[in-house]
């Protein structure tokens, strides 16, 4: 895989709250686009960043005829990774789950929501934090549960891009682990890759997602397993 270089920002942000924020912009509170820019244009990020949310966005507007409440996933999108590090202050790694908690506890704090639509997008954003796991409690509306599924395979759609684009893609993940050693976050990515290709693991959940992106990312994530082992060998030959 490439050495990735992050993208630029450019105008991305703006486009998006152009595009996406504006309409719900109203269900929130004064300071809340200032929270999520802060975020998403924090130093330390390569891939959990705007443009991130830009892929993310585009394809919900591709599958919207499959959504009950597209608004809802909307709202998610633009939460879901607002509070990402890989390290806590004192430099121990943090967890997904602290990251995912913590994001969701940043919208629950700007929301404006009713008490429903607000636990909906809460769960949704809780999700993310186990994909393969992570199921419907409640249904907090009619559809919920196949947005929670929609949702949760936007989110892993990137897996299905072509290689090059995945191989940058993972590099500015790397770069985002940049302190840890080579060895470690490649058996750490190893483990967590051969889950998302074992045969009885549902990948992708609405079967639309599923004919349009399993295959290209079975492949991806096959090809990039092969090429971690390879660092591994190199890495620990040294």
């Keep these: 895989m490439t050495q990735g270089i992050r993208r630029s920002q450019g105008p991305v942000n703006q486009e998006i709250r152009r595009n996406y924020w504006m309409p ?35 394809k919900l507007s591709r599958f919207s005829d499959l959504s009950s409440r597209a608004d809802i996933i909307a ?5 879901h990774d607002v509070v990402y590090r890989t390290q806590n202050h004192d430099g121990t790694p943090r967890t997904d789950y602290e990251n995912v908690r913590d994001s969701a506890g940043l919208f629950r704090q700007y929301t404006l929501l009713n008490q429903l639509d607000a636990d909906a997008v809460y769960d949704l954003i809780m ?26 395979d936007l989110d892993l759609s ?7 684009e995945f191989a940058e893609d993972f590099d500015r993940i790397r770069s ?3 302190w840890e050693p080579e060895v470690v976050f490649c058996s750490r990515q190893i483990q967590i890759l051969e889950n998302f290709i074992k045969e009885d693991t549902r990948l992708y959940r609405r079967a ?23 660092r591994v060998a190199e890495n620990s030959s040294v």
């Design 24 to 58: 719900l912009e109203g269900r929130h509170k004064t300071g809340a686009w200032e929270a999520l820019d802060a975020g998403y244009t924090e130093r330390h990020r390569a891939y959990h960043t705007w443009e991130h949310l830009a892929g993310l966005f585009e």
């Design 75 to 79: 709202l998610s999108v633009f939460w």
């Design 127 to 152: 999700a993310t934090a186990s994909h393969l796991q992570a199921r419907a409690e409640k249904q907090y509306y009619a559809g919920f549960a196949g947005d929670l599924d929609l949702f949760l």
């Design 158 to 164: 990137s897996l299905a891009s072509p290689w090059g």
């Design 176 to 178: 985002e682990f940049s």
């Design 208 to 230: 639309e997602t599923r004919e349009k992106w399993l295959d290209a990312a079975r492949a991806n994530l096959k090809r990039c397993v092969t090429e971690l082992k390879k």
